[in-house]
């Protein structure tokens, strides 16, 4: 079976304990090269992980000819810089969410993408490729709970750690773009349109330059989405999207006890619950092999870069209504 070979740029935990088992597991891919600032460390998990070669840089993993993609789950401050290096070296780019630190800085990404179109580069957003959320996407656009007009989403977990990368700035820190991503990129999903204006709120958290608390308004068309997002709160997370004639309601949206856990999505109309159970599935998985697959077919890729900047757009918005206090048109 044809396989995309495929480099790790970093042993970020994200990596080692999700995507890496989980395209190593897919059926059209495979990792054969690891790196990490150290050779020590790189090896140390390769040999964890039956990776064959570690890097102790990330210069020497670009240069290596059999390698065909990339993965990037560098701190975010570092996905443009490296994924344009793996472009220039002639490599796939699956690029950890966020794109880029912000709009500005994404669209150098974008502009590196475009002088290279033989090439693949792709957001690693990997709920939308789980089962869960393509049947969802799919009730919802055949009418299932009337038109759409509101959906929320809670996502949250607990990090106290302040050596960890998600609580420092300068490294692209904080909860909206760790995770409050998430909510409005889902949103945006799900309404088929761009918000035509939000509005952002932070709450300030004594000691932490990171954004630690978020709450967001996305207006559309038709309707509104709303979220809340936290990196130092109880660990939590739900989505539920209204429409005129009912409800779908998801108790894990984006990770599970595991992420092949199975799934079940609560539709509500008229009072009547009904529950559809979704098998397990791995979306990492899903989503590598998706990229895969606009590889070897050379068709776009599953999730457009143009995707990924309107998502950076209405992020740099809610970070600018929430320092303005007013609402930011789109």
């Given at each position: 079976m044809q396989k995309i070979r495929w480099g790790v740029l970093s042993t970020a935990k994200i990596g080692r304990e999700k995507v890496i088992p989980a395209l190593q597991s897919s059926a059209h891919n495979q990792v054969i090269a690891i790196c990490s600032r150290t050779q020590e460390s790189a090896r140390a998990v390769a040999?964890?992980?039956?990776?064959?070669k570690a890097y102790g840089h990330y210069h020497e993993l670009l240069a290596d000819p059999?390698?065909?993609?990339?993965?990037?789950?560098?701190?975010?401050?570092?996905?443009?810089?490296?994924?344009?290096?793996?472009?220039?070296?002639?490599?796939?780019?699956?690029?950890?969410?966020?794109l880029g630190?912000?709009?500005?800085?994404?669209?150098?990404?974008?502009?590196?993408?475009?002088?290279?179109?033989?090439?693949?580069?792709?957001?690693?957003?990997?709920?939308?490729?789980?089962?869960?959320?393509?049947?969802?996407?799919?009730?919802?656009?055949?009418?299932?709970?009337?038109?759409?007009r509101s959906v929320h989403s809670n996502f949250s977990y607990n990090n106290r750690d302040s050596d960890n990368i998600r609580n420092k700035i300068e490294m692209g820190g904080g909860a909206l773009l760790d995770i409050?991503?998430?909510?409005?990129?889902?949103?945006?999903?799900?309404?088929?349109?761009?918000p035509a204006q939000v509005m952002g709120?932070?709450?300030?958290?004594?000691?932490?330059?990171?954004?630690?608390l978020v709450s967001g308004i996305l207006e559309f068309n038709d309707g509104a989405a709303t979220f809340t997002?936290?990196?130092?709160?109880?660990?939590?997370?739900?989505?539920?999207?209204?429409?005129?004639?009912?409800?779908?309601?998801?108790s894990q949206p984006f990770y599970g006890p595991t992420d092949s856990s199975p799934k079940t999505i609560r539709i509500t109309r008229n009072r009547d619950v009904e529950e559809i159970n979704i098998p397990p599935a791995n979306h990492y998985s899903e989503m590598?092999?998706?990229?895969?697959?606009?590889?070897?077919?050379?068709?776009?890729?599953?999730?457009?870069?143009?995707?990924?900047?309107?998502?950076?757009?209405?992020?740099?918005?809610?970070?600018?209504?929430?320092?303005?206090?007013?609402?930011?048109?789109?």
């Open positions: 040999d964890q992980l039956n990776i064959a059999e390698i065909d993609a990339i993965y990037n789950p560098l701190p975010n401050h570092l996905h443009v810089e490296w994924s344009i290096k793996a472009l220039e070296a002639g490599k796939h780019v699956l690029c950890e969410k966020p630190l912000n709009t500005e800085d994404a669209q150098r990404l974008v502009d590196a993408a475009k002088a290279h179109p033989h090439l693949k580069v792709m957001e690693a957003f990997m709920y939308r490729f789980h089962p869960q959320w393509q049947l969802v996407k799919k009730l919802i656009d055949e009418g299932r709970i009337g038109k759409l409050g991503c998430y909510s409005i990129s889902l949103s945006r999903w799900l309404f088929n349109e761009e709120h932070i709450t300030p958290f004594p000691g932490e330059e990171v954004d630690c997002t936290s990196t130092k709160i109880e660990p939590q997370q739900f989505v539920e999207a209204s429409g005129e004639e009912g409800s779908l309601y998801l590598g092999d998706a990229f895969a697959q606009s590889i070897f077919n050379n068709t776009p890729a599953p999730a457009s870069l143009e995707d990924a900047i309107a998502n950076m757009r209405a992020i740099d918005a809610i970070f600018e209504s929430a320092a303005e206090g007013q609402w930011i048109e789109l």
